[in-house]
């Protein structure tokens, strides 16, 4: 399976101000995912991160709020801009593996907006 | 209605007693389904993963896939206190390639 480093694990954050969150990967793999787990709530996909295109983002989520960036095969980061309490959650980013059947995620960045 | 529903629980067993876990979804185009565990504090792991409708064993761990009535099940045997966790069913068109839907999560806690 792929090793996946996330950084920050965790931040508190004040309100109004944005956060990079990165994502490496020992490995190159064509797709990158980052998907939201709020308290109570189901894993949600925020956006598909292709090398060497635009981020394809899912409904209720957009680009402006969510900046993601692919520069290789193995990083990604995602922005959370102009965070509001609502946006205090668990961010992670996940890499599909092994003939892309296959998703493995790393250990989250848990975000609290105050 | 949720694409994935999952009964978050918390359920709670004895040690050595066998687990079931269920999950039921709506899309017909669901192909791939997946297993996680999650540890506090932790990403999610993966278990299992089926493909279609079958049973898949691995070790204690057997996934079910019923797509005609679509639903899904992870039985765990011999359940140990290291098992206590969430576990997450996800589900896909084209597996994780295609990004996945997830269940809430069901919480287990397994008694010594």
């Known amino acids: 399976s792929a090793v996946i480093s996330q950084k920050p694990s965790r931040d508190i954050c004040q309100r109004g101000t944005s956060l990079t969150i990165q994502c490496q990967v020992d490995?190159?793999?064509?797709?990158m995912f980052w998907y939201r787990q709020q308290p109570g709530q189901s894993l949600t996909l925020i956006a598909t991160a292709n090398q060497g295109s635009e981020a394809t983002y899912e409904s209720g989520f957009v680009i402006d709020k969510f900046p993601i960036s692919r520069p290789n095969l193995t990083f990604s980061t995602l922005t959370v801009s102009n965070m509001s309490p609502e946006d205090s959650s668990i961010y992670l980013c996940s890499v599909a593996a092994r003939g892309g059947t296959e998703a493995f995620f790393g250990q989250g960045t848990r975000l609290t907006v105050v | 209605q949720k694409e994935v529903e999952q009964d978050p629980g918390p359920l709670s067993v004895p040690e050595g007693a066998i687990v079931s876990l269920n999950c039921t979804y709506s899309?017909?185009?669901?192909?791939?389904f997946m297993w996680y565990r999650q540890y506090s504090r932790k990403g999610p792991e993966l278990l299992m993963y089926?493909?279609?409708?079958g049973n898949k064993e691995d070790g204690r761990f057997t996934a079910q896939v019923d797509k005609s009535s679509k639903y899904i099940s992870l039985f765990i045997r011999d359940s140990q206190p290291s098992d206590s966790a969430t576990y997450l069913c996800a589900m896909g068109p084209g597996g994780g390639a295609d990004g996945l839907t997830f269940g809430k999560g069901t919480h287990l806690i397994i008694q010594p």
């Open positions: 490995s190159q793999v064509t797709m």
């Open positions: 899309n017909s185009a669901f192909q791939y």
């Open positions: 089926t493909y279609s409708s």
